[in-house]
């Protein structure tokens, strides 16, 4: 079994800064990438960013330049730093992890996916931690 715990939630003012924790226990020998998603009230889940095992990285536009993601593999710990926090950055985050090798095919060629910002690509999740920033 799998578990993940996200830490590091809060209110902030407009401007400034958090760093979320997500501490990954159980059997990951077999992962693939692990990320950081959100999900405001009344809206969808969304990928924030994303590290795969080589440390390639994926930010969703919104966050790029102000978000960064990082893994300590010796704690076993994934990091999210969030500088410049906006109103719109408000919302529950999650952290997860991709177990097993993920593909995506197109027109009959498949490939091997490194790092993902896609719901349906992760198969463990955290609980979330809240994140409110106000002006």
């Known amino acids: 079994q799998v578990h993940l715990v996200e830490s590091g939630g809060g209110s902030v003012q407009a401007g400034g800064s958090l760093r979320l924790s997500c501490t990954v226990s159980?059997?990951?020998?077999?992962?693939?990438?692990l990320g950081w998603f959100r999900q405001a009230p009344g809206k969808e889940r969304e990928g924030v960013a994303s590290i795969g095992n080589n440390g390639d990285t994926t930010y969703t536009d919104s966050v790029k330049n102000r978000f960064t993601i990082a893994t300590d593999n010796a704690k076993n710990t994934l990091y999210l730093q969030m500088n410049s926090l906006t109103p719109e950055d408000i919302g529950m985050y999650y952290c997860?992890?991709?177990?097993?090798?993920?593909?995506?095919?197109?027109?009959?060629?498949?490939?091997?996916?490194?790092?993902?910002?896609?719901?349906?690509?992760?198969?463990?999740w955290g609980q979330g931690t809240q994140v409110t920033v106000s002006t």
């Open positions: 997860a992890v991709r177990l097993g090798r993920a593909t995506r095919c197109s027109g009959g060629t498949c490939y091997t996916v490194w790092t993902s910002l896609l719901v349906d690509e992760y198969n463990y």
């Open positions: 159980g059997d990951t020998y077999d992962r693939s990438f």
